[in-house]
T-cell receptor
């Protein structure tokens, strides 16, 4: 089955700096890669996603890149703000069905004012 | 538009008690699922459903039952609670057959003593 590894598990940055979270996956059949943000006491919320036919996607201060050859994808947050502090999860999903989605173990991001 | 609604938010059970965690969505999503979230373990799939009347097991189904009588509701039943079921439970929904991210509920924090 699919295996998704996520690094780092914790990340502290100064406000205004950039943050990068990296994930690798093992199943070449995976072709959809969403990222979720989980604030304390809340459920995960989809913040950005990328499909296998795209190498990069950007939404304001958040961007995701995908390297299908190397089987890794990354979340980039620029100009970090205190409200970016949360746990971020990556996931990999094949087109065969949602039951096959595999989540990373999460990265706790702390933005220091 | 409420999204995914989970009740209760908190629950304490004694070992051996039974209870039902409720999940309802108003987005006409075909796919619904239950995850448990434990420290360092990420999100693990308990049960899922691809439509009314159809359910199947995920990665960690033991000790849990589900049913899907309507598109909107997907309750999770604990038949005889055990301390190992202490966790945070999330319900998630999405469109079936298309590559979209999940919409998660806000979670139920369950403690079994």
């Amino acid at each position: 089955g699919e295996n998704v590894e996520q690094h780092p598990s914790t990340l502290s940055v100064q406000e205004g700096d950039s943050a990068v979270i990296k994930c690798t996956y093992s199943d070449s059949a995976s072709n959809y890669f969403p990222w979720y943000k989980q604030e304390l006491g809340k459920g995960p919320q989809l913040i950005i996603d990328i499909r296998s036919n795209v190498g990069e996607k950007k939404d304001q201060r958040i961007a995701v890149t995908l390297n299908k050859t190397a089987k890794h994808f990354s979340l980039h947050i620029t100009e970090t703000q205190p409200e970016d502090s949360a746990v971020y999860f990556c996931a990999a999903m094949p087109s065969g069905g949602y039951q096959k989605v595999t989540f990373g173990t999460g990265t706790k991001l702390q933005v220091i004012p | 538009n409420a999204g995914v609604t989970q009740t209760p938010k908190f629950q304490v059970l004694k070992t051996g008690q039974s209870m039902t965690l409720q999940c309802a969505q108003d987005m006409n999503h075909e796919y619904m699922s239950w995850y448990r979230q434990d420290p360092g373990m990420g999100l693990r799939l308990i049960h899922y459903s691809v439509g009314a009347g159809i359910t199947d097991q995920g990665e960690v189904p033991n000790g849990y039952n589900v049913s899907r009588s309507t598109t909107e509701d997907f309750p999770l039943r604990l038949l005889s609670a055990a301390p190992s079921q202490t966790s945070v439970y999330f319900c998630a929904s999405s469109y079936q057959g298309r590559l979209y991210g999940y919409t998660f509920g806000s979670g139920t924090r369950l403690t079994v003593v």
